[in-house]
């Protein structure tokens, strides 16, 4: 059971033995994520102060320029799970294909895939707006002692065993599950350590908080223009309240703690929408469902999504179950 105040070494040890698989192994991998969540840290709170925002003159598979600091946080993560010899592979937003993770698993011992976004919300860096990172870890599918294939990084959103995030706010949280609730851990950085901070996150059924970038409105299928409508009509608890930061870790954040819903929908301009299925939508759905909240396509549930490709994307709809039926309402009655 979780304590308050505990720090985040104490709780894996301690609930290490809740998790079906664990030999250890899922512990190490979290805690080397911890110590590569400390490390970028340290860079993120002090970007404004050297020459390490601003583009690195690159840009990524997506087409988006790099950010140093994504550059940074990306060689950090894969640096620091390569090193602790538990993952097997590495798939990540800024990397164009999954990274086999042999070096020192030369035998293709270990069982673990973890896929992330280094640092999403990147565009936020250089305005002093927070940002997150955002992990997903899965074991592998195909046979121990060879080489990992695509295949095990392409398994449906409920095959996740952990999916977390790093939120580099007002202050530095880890959030994450292994399938038994979501626990929030807070930086303290006097000392680099996490602490037990909001045991047993849930989303409220309801909220007043809808989070969508509306300039793409005119863009939205009917159905969205439709929910958002209904969101600003003055009737029983609405109007509700509009918050974007276009951060989707701090957004998805803050719905957590007081209700609400995050979209980024599928639009004129992005068919499928922008956010991806493997490294965004999935460990963001998993950390929902978990927290008593939802996650969906519009559709249906995210998590049932078979991945055909690596960088793919899907329409999002998640937070407070209440309000993703609702919306889900909307884009069944007005489907095109
Ligand atoms: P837009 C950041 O790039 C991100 O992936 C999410 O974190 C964020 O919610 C969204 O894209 C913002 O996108 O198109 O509204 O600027």
Known sequence: MAKKNQTLGEFIIENQASFKYTSGELSRLINSIRLAAKVVNHEVNKAGLVDIIGAAGETNVQGEDQQKLDVYANEKFIQTLTKRNIVCGIASEEEDDFIEVNSQDENHQNKYVV?????????????????????????????????????????KGNEQVAAGYVVYGTSTMIVYTTGDGVNGFTLNPAIGTFYLSHPNMQFPEDGKIYSVNEGNYIHFPLGVKKYIKYCQEEEGDRPYTSRYIGSLVSDFHRNMIKGGIYMYPKSSKNSNGKLRLLYECNPMAFLAEQANGKASDGFGRIMDLKPTELHQRVPFFCGSKNMVEKAEEFMKEFSE
């Open 115 to 155: 896929l992330i976004d280094p640092l999403d919300g990147s565009s936020n860096i250089d305005v002093n707006v927070s940002v997150g990172t955002i992990f997903s870890i899965y074991r592998r599918v195909t046979p121990v002692g060879t080489p990992v294939t695509i295949e095990d990084f392409l398994q």
